[in-house]
C-alpha cells in the first residue's frame, strides 16, 4: 500500500525514525544499515516501504535500497520469521553478507546475529536459497536477464552460486546466453 515515503527527517531513535511528509508524521522501523546512512535531523529522506497490517497493529519498515527491501520481504516469507526478526538479520550482517553466507551456506556468519540460533540459521540459508542469490550475486543485483539465465544454467550443471557468479563478474553485460555460458565455461575450467 504505503511503497515509498519522501520528506524530512525528524526524529532518530534506533531501530525508528520519524518522517515528516507533508505535515504527516510516519515512524518507520529501518534496519541499522539505513539508520546510520540517514541524515541529520531536519533533512530530507527518501526510503523505500513495506507496510505490514496485523490484528493488532499497522506498521511501516522502510529500507535506503531495492535489495534490503526485497530481502526483507524474503526473510518474512519464512514460517518463523517476522518483521522484527528480519530487520535484525538485515542489521546484523546486510544484505551482500547474507547473500554471500546463501551461497557458501555459512551458518556462522548468520548466528552472529543476535537471536538467530543455529538451527534458524541454517534453516533461513535453506529457504532462501534459489531465491536471493538467483537475482543477486556477491551482494550486487544480476545486471540482465541474459546473467541471470546463465548462473542458472551454470548452477543446473553443478557449479555452485558463488563460482558461477565469480565467472559472471567479468562477462559484458550485451552478451547473449549461449555465449556468456561458454565464456564462463571456460573461464571456470582455468
Do not use: W
Request: hydrophobic letters at 45%.
Amino acid at each position: 500500500m504505503i511503497g515509498k515515503l519522501t520528506g524530512v527527517l525528524l526524529e532518530k531513535n534506533p531501530p525508528q525514525v520519524l518522517v515528516d511528509c507533508n505535515g504527516v508524521g510516519y515512524e518507520v522501523d529501518v534496519p541499522m544499515s539505513t539508520f546510520y546512512n540517514l541524515g541529520e535531523l531536519g533533512q530530507g529522506v527518501s526510503l523505500l516501504t513495506h507496510f505490514v497490517v496485523r490484528e493488532d497493529a499497522q506498521l511501516l519498515y522502510g529500507f535506503a535500497t531495492a535489495e534490503e527491501r526485497y530481502a526483507f520481504r524474503q526473510l518474512i516469507k519464512i514460517s518463523g520469521v517476522g518483521p522484527r526478526m528480519a530487520l535484525a538479520v538485515l542489521s546484523g550482517i546486510g544484505v551482500t553478507d547474507l547473500v554471500a553466507a546463501i551461497a557458501s551456506q555459512d551458518t556462522a556468519r548468520v548466528v552472529k546475529v543476535p537471536g538467530i540460533g543455529k538451527k534458524t540459521a541454517e534453516r533461513l540459508l535453506l529457504e532462501l536459497r534459489g531465491k536471493l542469490g538467483d537475482s543477486m550475486v556477491a551482494g550486487s543485483v544480476v545486471r540482465t536477464d541474459h546473467q541471470g539465465d546463465i548462473l542458472q544454467a551454470l548452477v543446473a550443471l553443478g557449479y555452485s552460486e558463488k563460482d558461477a557468479g565469480a565467472a559472471l563478474k567479468n562477462m559484458p553485460v550485451d552478451i547473449g546466453v549461449s555465449e556468456g555460458i561458454k565464456l564462463a565455461l571456460r573461464a571456470l575450467a582455468n
